[in-house]
């Protein structure tokens, strides 16, 4: 099992800045993949971005240019880094890892519990 804790949430102006972090903790044979969600009120969660153990990225088109997805593997820890925040950047920010248990298992999926991203004036 794998714990997620986030943080780096808050209020921000528009074009503002913010930075995410989520730290992995538990029991686990490898992480393959981390990333980020969102989900704002009356739509549906959607990926924001992700990246590989070979750190291989992907972004949603809407944040492209603007968000960045990083991961320190000896800390076992995702950032995103996101700047010229807008104010369609609200919502609550999911972390995920995709992992396996041991060598021989399949893939699992952990949450976060979600930290509070509001961009407003």
């Known amino acids: 099992q794998v714990q997620l804790v986030e943080s780096g949430g808050g209020l921000v102006q528009p074009g503002g800045s913010l930075r995410l972090s989520c730290a992995a903790s538990?029991?686990?044979?490898?992480?393959?993949?981390m990333g980020w969600y969102r989900q704002a009120p009356g739509k549906q969660r959607e990926l924001v971005a992700a990246?590989?153990?070979?750190?291989?990225?992907n972004y949603v088109d809407s944040v492209k240019g603007r968000f960045t997805i990083s991961r320190d593997n000896a800390k076992n820890t995702v950032y995103l880094q996101m700047i010229s925040l807008k104010p369609e950047d609200t919502a609550v920010y999911y972390c995920?890892?995709?992992?396996?248990?041991?060598?021989?298992?399949?893939?699992?999926?952990?949450w976060g519990q979600g930290t509070q991203v509001t961009v407003s004036s």
């Open positions: 990246i590989t153990s070979s750190d291989s990225t």
């Open positions: 538990g029991s686990f044979f490898s992480i393959n993949v």
């Open positions: 995920n890892v995709k992992y396996k248990r041991y060598s021989t298992s399949p893939l699992r999926d952990s």
